[in-house]
């Protein structure tokens, strides 16, 4: 079940997987509204009975108003936790009724190298740090139900959130941002959304199954530079 505020990008992602030879459906979900929250994971459990994996990777920065501590706004800061953080958590708090009903399940959850790296912005970095704190803590309190909890720290990643958000906010083109960001990592390059989604694969996967409460980073090799 691909489930994203923007129906276009959930079916964009459903064809994919169909393409492959998968099959895959798609709903509208504001993770911003609980009732959303819900409705996407009763779709899932109606259509296949069962529910294995969350993956919860939404997540926001500047777009979203975020800045340094001495000129955040209270309202922004408290739109991107609720965006970054308190969905993860009402997402979990439904998921993990029926996963240890199942005895069998795993919470995947998008955090950032921002979270352990020197990042500019609070709302960010203060979600996505707490996301690795949240992730120990469904690790630990659901390892007796068979449930796994991990996360991945993403670094440079060619993503529209990313790459466009910036350029359109600091009004350089996409190609500049790119560059810049890809001279900053030790590979060289940004990553690709499939990068992330090679890891998250293993993580979810049977291979990992003693696994748990663990943050991955999938980033070239930038959280390694210290000073
Ligand atoms: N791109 C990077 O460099 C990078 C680095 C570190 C971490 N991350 C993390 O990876 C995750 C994915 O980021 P991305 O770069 O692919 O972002 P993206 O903006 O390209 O994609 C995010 C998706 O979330 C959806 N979305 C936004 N608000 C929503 C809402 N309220 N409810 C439901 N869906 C909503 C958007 O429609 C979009 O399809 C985020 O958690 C981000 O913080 C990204």
């Known amino acids: 079940m691909v489930a994203d505020r923007n129906i276009e990008a959930a079916q964009f992602v459903v064809d994919e997987i169909t393409k492959a030879g998968g099959t895959a459906k798609a709903i509208a979900c504001d993770?911003?509204?609980?009732?959303?929250?819900?409705?996407?994971?009763?779709?899932?459990?109606?259509?296949?009975g069962k529910l294995d994996i969350l993956h919860n990777n939404v997540g926001l920065s500047i777009e979203a108003g975020d800045a340094q501590i001495t000129s955040i706004d209270a309202d922004a800061f408290d739109h991107i936790m609720r965006l970054n953080l308190r969905a993860m958590v009402l997402a979990a708090k439904h998921a993990l009724p029926?996963?240890?009903?199942?005895?069998?399940?795993?919470?995947?959850?998008?955090?950032s190298i921002a979270a352990t790296e020197t990042y500019p912005w609070v709302g960010y970095k203060a979600s996505k740090a707490a996301i690795l704190a949240?992730?120990?803590?469904?690790?630990?309190?659901n390892a007796e139900y068979g449930i796994r909890a991990v996360a991945i720290q993403p670094g440079m990643i060619d993503?529209?959130?990313?790459?466009?958000?910036?350029?359109?906010a600091w009004g350089q083109t996409r190609e500049e941002?790119?560059?810049?960001?890809?001279?900053?990592?030790?590979?060289?390059?940004q990553g690709t959304a499939q990068?992330?989604?090679?890891?998250a694969l293993f993580l979810v996967s049977d291979e990992a199954s003693f696994i748990s409460g663990i943050s991955l980073r999938v980033d070239g090799a930038s959280g390694c530079r210290v000073g």
């Open 98 to 111: 029926i996963m240890r009903k199942q005895r069998y399940g795993v919470i995947l959850n998008i955090s």
């Open 134 to 141: 949240l992730t120990e803590q469904q690790a630990i309190q």
């Open 195 to 199: 990068d992330v989604a090679n890891a």
């Open 177 to 189: 941002v790119a560059k810049n960001r890809a001279s900053k990592v030790p590979m060289g390059r």
């Open 31 to 48: 993770v911003l509204i609980e009732s959303d929250i819900t409705a996407a994971i009763t779709a899932t459990t109606s259509a296949w």
């Open 159 to 168: 993503t529209v959130m990313a790459v466009d958000a910036r350029a359109k």
